[in-house]
């Protein structure tokens, strides 16, 4: 996953690259939640243009995190 | 092993979430003998993952179990059985409504039998509180007419 935060925009962009299933989304939800308390951003971004496979672990938390 | 389909094969995973992959791209290799589209073989791949996903948190509850899997080809359909002996479900009506969940406390998006049925072609569930489940899902794939 890459992130990258603008200040000037307060926009925190998260850039998924990893596979999400149950596996994989408490780590994925870890990483956004440290990111999130770190930068406090206004606007959030999730770039899913390099996910090859979602299921509803996936959909669960993009429900939490809105 | 004897079958009266064309092809046929039997898997059984430990109960881990690091297993799910595993599972769903080993039942994805299967079904590329019938030369399926990229939809087609994503469609089984997340159905897969969600069937399994089901019996890990909810028939085993995070606990050691065995999850089976059998596939089978039938001329151009495939048939998915993924069964576990875990606690079974109460209500199966209930279970099948869009966005309910037993552990909303997880997360979870209740979503995981909507998947099942809307991207496969039926989905049949059997259960018996405290024996276990049994998902059985079938997609037919279209005869490629570019070949």
């Not at chain 2, 599972?23 to 073989?41: H, K, M, N, Q």
């Not at chain 2, 209930?94 to 309910?100: G, R, S, T, V, W």
Request: glycine share 6%.
């Amino acid at each position: 996953m890459n992130i990258n935060y603008d200040k000037e925009s307060k926009l925190l962009k998260f850039e998924i690259t990893e596979e999400i299933d149950h596996c994989k989304v408490e780590k994925i939800k870890r990483r956004v939640d440290n990111e999130i308390e770190r930068y406090v951003p206004q606007n959030i971004i999730f770039d899913f243009d390099k996910v090859s496979f979602m299921d509803s672990a996936g959909i669960g938390m993009l429900i939490r995190e809105i | 092993m004897k079958t009266k389909y064309d092809n046929e094969m039997n898997l059984e995973i430990l109960s881990k979430s690091c297993n799910e992959a595993f599972a769903r791209i080993t039942v994805a290799a299967f079904a590329s003998g019938l030369d399926p589209t990229i939809e087609e073989i994503s469609d089984i791949k997340t159905a897969v993952s969600e069937a399994v996903t089901n019996s890990i948190i909810h028939g085993y509850e995070n606990n050691e179990g065995i999850i089976k899997i059998n596939c089978k080809i039938d001329k151009r359909k495939i048939i998915i059985e993924i069964s576990d002996t875990g606690k079974g479900i109460e209500n199966i009506d209930i279970a099948k409504e869009p966005l309910y969940t037993t552990k909303p406390e997880l997360e979870r998006s209740g979503m995981g039998f909507t998947i099942m049925e809307s991207f496969m072609d039926e989905l049949k569930i059997e259960s018996i509180l405290g024996l276990g489940t049994k998902v059985t899902m079938t997609k037919t794939i279209k005869e490629n007419t570019l070949g």
